[in-house]
Structure formats: C-alpha cells, structure tokens
C-alpha cells in the first residue's frame, strides 16, 4: 500500500513552503508529490524543486479543486511507472490541492475507488492556516472551513506574524492535533505520519456533498500575465499598489517570477496574499533557462484585462518620467 497524505490549505497558506522543507530533509525525500495548481500558469515546480521524475502537476481549469477521475488516473499512473521502474521508487505520495479546492472529492477518491483502494491508503489530511490571514479565509471562504472541517493535523503557518486563530480553527475542528512552525519547519514525521481516518469522516463527507453547490466562493478567477521584457522595480512596486487598491480584499493571492531590470539575470520570487506583499525571494537561475515574467492572480471580480492594462500604464510612466530626468 503506497500512502497518501493531502496537504491542503487556504491560497497562500504556505503549502509550497511546507513541502519544500519536507522533501529537503533526506529521510522524506522519496516522496512523489502531485500539485493541483488552479489557472493557467504553472508555478509551484519549479518553488518546491522536486526531481522531474517524482513529480506529477495536476493542473486544472476548473476552480473546484483535482476532479475525483483525474486524481484516481493520476495516482494510478504513477504507481504504474513504479511498478514498471519508469520512475524512482518513492514511499509515499504527497497531494498539494490548489488553495480553493475542497478536499472531500480527493478523498472520496481515496475512499471508494476499489482499484486505487487495492493500491493506496489515505494516511491523512493535513490543513495549514495562516495566522496572518487564516481568521478572514475562515469566515469569507467555504472552501477554508471545509479544509479545516477534514483536517487529521492543523499547522499554523506564519506565527511570526500574527497570533494564530485558534479559536476560529477550534469551532471548526475541536480535535485535530494542532501545532505552529515557521517557515515550514514542522516535524515531517508529526505532519506526515498515518493517521487512521476518524469514524466520523464518511458522514462528514457524506454531508458536505449534500451541499456541494455552497463550497464556492462566487465570482473568483484566475487571470494569468506574461512578458518578454524586464520589469523596472519601481514598475512592479507601482503596479502591486495600483492593484491593491482597486481590488482591496477582493484580492486574494498574486504569486509569480520575474524579470527585473535591475537584476534579469535570476527569477524574483513574487508572493503576496490578500493585502500582504512578502519579501521577495530570488532563485538561482531561470527555470529551464527561459528568462520570462510569469504572473498568476487570483481574485474576486477583477476585470480580466485590468492588470495587464494597469501594468501598461504604469510602465509606460515609469519610462517618460526617466526620460525627463
Ligand atoms: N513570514 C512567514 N512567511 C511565510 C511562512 N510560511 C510561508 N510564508 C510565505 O508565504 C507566502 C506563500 O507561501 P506558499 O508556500 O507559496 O503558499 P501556498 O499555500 O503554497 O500558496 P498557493 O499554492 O498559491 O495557495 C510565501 O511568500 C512564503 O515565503 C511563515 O511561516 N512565515
């Protein structure tokens, strides 16, 4: 039996962050991991660093999160390429759902497809929340209540920042073991260790697709942006401004590499998350050696062509105001 642990969480929670630590400590890099990114621009590969082989991206146009049939082929392919020696042995199997997707089809899959059944065992459910911005997902998002609802471990993320909501996590799931780390640096063996499912879990799950038409936040989109050319720094800066202001809270996440012209040379690492920008972060090389801005974001009606237009503008300023000087 290959175990399968699901490691869900809001947009943003520190999904990525979690499982790039996980798969650098040698005792828990013989994972494969399945990403199920949401929107067209594929991004988490080349942040987490997994080797090609083991790594599967379950990318989908669809909002809701990895529909039960792709996951089941997915999961099924991989073990076959194992079995056949296509690809490194691996102990485990680690899912990162896109942050708006609802857990409970990933693991009716689990639960009830009798070949994946024959093959793999749901070893647990772990939901990160986000200390900064956790409490506001729980209470503007069904999809990070039901996350927590399905959790068998909670981690905290970002304790650094803001005091964790536990009394927001604790209404919603009064007894999954729950414990805080920075930057990711939890105990992969706390994290990731089988957790039988709780009795109650097919009656949760049960329930929870009797309302499935609720699980959605309405009106959320993802709009992808790419460019050739580097990006000034004081473009960016603007643009991030620009956008946070019109959209406010209905921003939810911006994540992507660029091309600064300050520095084309290495990928800057973009994240922000509602309205917190985070530090950049720089990788060594371009991924693939294709020196290309990549941009994701995802909101709650913003106008498709806004930020590719705002962008526009922005740079066009930036550049008559360094001719005048
Ligand atoms: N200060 C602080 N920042 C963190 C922590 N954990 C993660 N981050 C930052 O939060 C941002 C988002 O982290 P990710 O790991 O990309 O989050 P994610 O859940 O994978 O995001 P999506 O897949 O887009 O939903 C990044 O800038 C991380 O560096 C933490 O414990 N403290």
Request: proline content about 9%.
């Amino acid at each position: 039996m290959i175990p399968v642990t699901v490691v869900t969480g809001f947009l943003g929670a520190g999904k990525t962050t979690l499982l790039r630590r996980v798969l650098r400590d040698p005792a828990w890099a013989d994972s494969a991991v399945i990403v199920n990114e949401f929107g067209e621009i594929s991004l988490d590969h080349d942040l987490i660093a997994v080797s090609e082989e083991r790594f599967v991206s379950a990318a989908t146009g669809c909002l809701c999160c990895l529909a039960r049939d792709d996951l089941t082929r997915t999961l099924l392919d991989l073990a076959a390429q194992r079995a056949a020696g296509a690809v490194p042995p691996y102990a485990r199997v680690l899912i990162e759902t896109s942050g708006l997707a609802d857990p409970a089809p990933v693991l009716h899959a689990l639960m009830q497809d009798a070949a994946l059944g024959a093959t793999h065992a749901l070893a647990g459910v772990v939901t990160l929340v986000d200390a900064a911005q956790g409490a506001a997902a729980l209470s503007r998002h069904p999809e990070a209540r039901r996350q927590v609802m399905l959790a068998d471990r909670i981690l905290v993320t970002k304790p650094d920042l803001a005091t964790p909501p536990e009394a927001a996590i604790r209404a919603l799931n009064p007894v999954a073991p729950l414990r805080a780390a920075v930057q990711g640096a939890a105990e992969p063996g706390w994290l990731l260790a089988p957790a039988p499912p709780p009795e109650h879990l097919p009656a949760l799950l049960a329930a929870m697709q009797a309302e499935a038409a609720a699980r959605h936040t309405p009106g959320l989109g993802a709009i992808a942006l790419e460019r050739e050319a580097p990006l000034p720094a004081l473009a960016l800066t603007l643009w991030l401004q620009g956008l946070a202001e019109h959209a406010g809270p209905r921003l939810l996440r911006l994540k992507g590499l660029v091309a600064l012209t300050e520095c084309p040379e290495r990928p800057a690492v973009l994240q922000a998350v509602q309205h917190l920008v985070h530090p950049l972060d720089w990788l060594d090389s371009w991924p693939g050696g294709e020196r290309r801005s990549r941009l994701m974001i995802i909101g709650e009606r913003i106008p498709r062509h806004f930020p590719a237009r705002l962008l526009a503008a922005i740079e066009a300023e930036v550049a008559a105001e360094a001719a005048r000087r």
